[in-house]
């Protein structure tokens, strides 16, 4: 709890007025190829959080700040896929990734465009295991539920 807190203000340190709606896509020229989420258009209020994360160094206070954002039930394509990029292209190893990743794909708020979005961005994992884990969890999620 402490460390969430901790980092609660880190986000607020270096958040910039402006949000991501200042953000224009330059990852395209840096060779990765096309980004969707930093198209820019249509940043959601969860985008801001997305790209705080981006600014963090390690993976553990990334997923910390993440992982809220991959479950909440208002999160909007947009953002799913905008959360898919971060995750897959900022964080430096599979175990975080598929922490979060895993809380995506159990989202029930998760679109069949972000379903898409998140299998095919699966190959952007390398390990196996994390990735199955990821695979299993949207499975969970087709699966009826017993509340
Ligand atoms: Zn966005």
New binding site residues.
Partial sequence: MARFGMCAALVLLILPGGG?VT?VSSRGASGQGPVP????V???P??ET??AARSMTSDIFKSDVLEPVAARRDLTT??Q??LVDVVIHDFSSDIFRKDVLVLLARNPALSPEGRAYLVDNLKGMSSDIFRSDVVEALQEERAPRTK
């Fill in positions: 991501c953000v989420g930093d198209s820019a249509e940043h959601g969860n985008c997305l790209q947009h953002e896929i905008h």
